[in-house]
């Protein structure tokens, strides 16, 4: 037990460590199949990693099941159901101490869903490690095997503040500092794998307003994360229209991530940006552009911020040169400059 606990402690904060842990756990409690249940912060839906279960079980339940679930498990892990004032932040609780079995083994839950997918015996820890990250451990047995015990039970009362613990990792306290250098802009943190750990009200406010709904979601390639992750920011920017900034940071536990920040449709309206625009008849692209140019940024610079190519930068500014009358960047800048002092 103590070295799967320390096994735990030293899983890496990523989507690799929840399946080495979800294993730890599956062979501490002898159970069949894990689930790590998760809640995306940019859709708000559910996320799942999976041990030694079909995926497409997580699949049907995030579709159509997880409202039938008497657990109140959804609820609880996408936060639209509060936790009471003084709960523990750590809780497991055995299914068939929560619900008759006897007449539970007759619904629809139970039939359609957990019977076709071999599970009959539900034990689940609900973790909530502190107010913005919650999440839940499923695990598993079927019905030809015995309930789990009381001495199960209480060891995954044990290892359920370690998880807690692998998923304060995830997304450490340090994102509080990437938020505050960032005011008026939406931020959103990605893992390497594209997978969301992080995004503040800004960055959901401007991505839901997209014509087409949320943008660049795509359903993970990992074959044990049911979920959806971001294609990348390019996706952001084609799709939203708004300025897009992105580059790779370190958490404070050093796992690599990545930092996207989104400038929201208002600010650029009510910014020089649009007095210029309507002076000089330029494109919102062509204002982008322009904005990184008087920032002092390269071409190679504009091109990797705006995720196009540099002739196509070259481009742009050519053809902002001539609707300003200037040739070089510098007397464009300068002209700029000079436009908005004067407009005042």
Known sequence: MLGTLRDISQATPDLTGCRSLLELITAEVNAEQ??????????GGLQFVVHNQDPDVPRRYAAYYSALDPTGLPAYVTRSRATAAGAPPYSVSDLMEVVDYSSFVSTEFYNDFLKSAGIHYDLVAFLSPNNGTRGAICLHRARQRDPFSEEEIAVLDLIAPFVGNHLERMVTAGLQSVVSSTPGRGVIVCDPQGRVLFCNDIARRVCSSGERGLPGMEAAADPD????????PEALADRLGVRVDSQELLLDHGAPARLITLQPREELAGSWGGFLQERFTLTEREVEVLDRLIAGESNRQISNSLFIAECTVKKHIHSIGTKV???SRTAIAHAVRQEVAAAG
């Open 225 to 232: 994360f049911v979920g959806f992750t971001l294609a990348g």
């Open 325 to 327: 009358g200037a040739r």
């Open 34 to 43: 894990a689930v790590l249940i998760l809640s995306n912060p940019l859709t």
